[in-house]
């Protein structure tokens, strides 16, 4: 009998062993598939909020463009505005709880930042504001905060390669043109 213990042994190693080696590759391959799906979570939640807040900003820049405002085109009139403003600002909050739930820390701030400067414009749009100068400076730092937005959601999703370039406003083809 007692020459029976050492194979005994063995069988015993070897099956421990390989419950073990089954129980963590098992528990890896979760974590991988739990990983991906938050991923794929966190990008519809990060689009969904640009699409809604890019909208906003677009309702607002037609608005101003009603109010004399440059750098838009199609001008809506400010009342019908209003309503449209209203109807998209619950769709944007809506989609923010999304965002603070599952977004990382940065990318929340820089979330925050640009829908806090799509309101700057707002109030422009709104008549509450209407320095042309003040404008300008509004729309530029909406595109600096949108920027900003997706380089730290690319960073949180783990995309590799540089952000996409920049959409500064006003565009080069939206100055006034120089004098000859």
Do not use: C
């Not at 190693?13 to 098992?26: H, K, L, M, Q, R």
């Not at 037609?62 to 085109?73: I, L």
């Not at 504001?129 to 920027?147: C, F, L, M, Y």
């Not at 960073?155 to 500064?168: E, F, H, V, Y």
């Amino acid at each position: 009998m007692w020459e029976q213990v050492p194979a005994l042994l063995g069988v015993v190693v070897g099956a421990a062993s390989s419950y073990v080696a089954t129980n963590i590759a098992e528990r890896n391959r979760w974590r991988r598939g739990r990983a991906e799906r938050w991923d794929v979570k966190r990008l519809d939640a990060y689009a969904s909020y640009a699409n809604v807040l890019k909208q906003q900003l677009s309702i607002a820049q037609r608005m101003g463009a009603a109010r004399g405002f440059p750098y838009a085109a199609d001008p809506l009139d400010p009342e019908a505005g209003m309503t449209q403003l209203a109807e998209n600002e619950v769709r944007r909050a809506a989609e923010w709880e999304s965002v603070l739930l599952i977004g990382d820390a940065e990318t929340i701030g820089a979330a925050r930042a640009w829908h806090e400067a799509v309101w700057n414009v707002e109030l422009y749009a709104r008549g509450l504001k209407d320095d042309h100068t003040g404008w300008t400076r509004a729309v530029r730092q909406v595109s600096r905060a949108r920027d900003a937005f997706y380089a730290l959601a690319r960073r949180d999703l783990d995309i590799a390669g540089p952000p996409p370039p920049s959409g500064n406003w006003p565009r080069a083809w939206q100055q006034e043109d120089e004098p000859i």
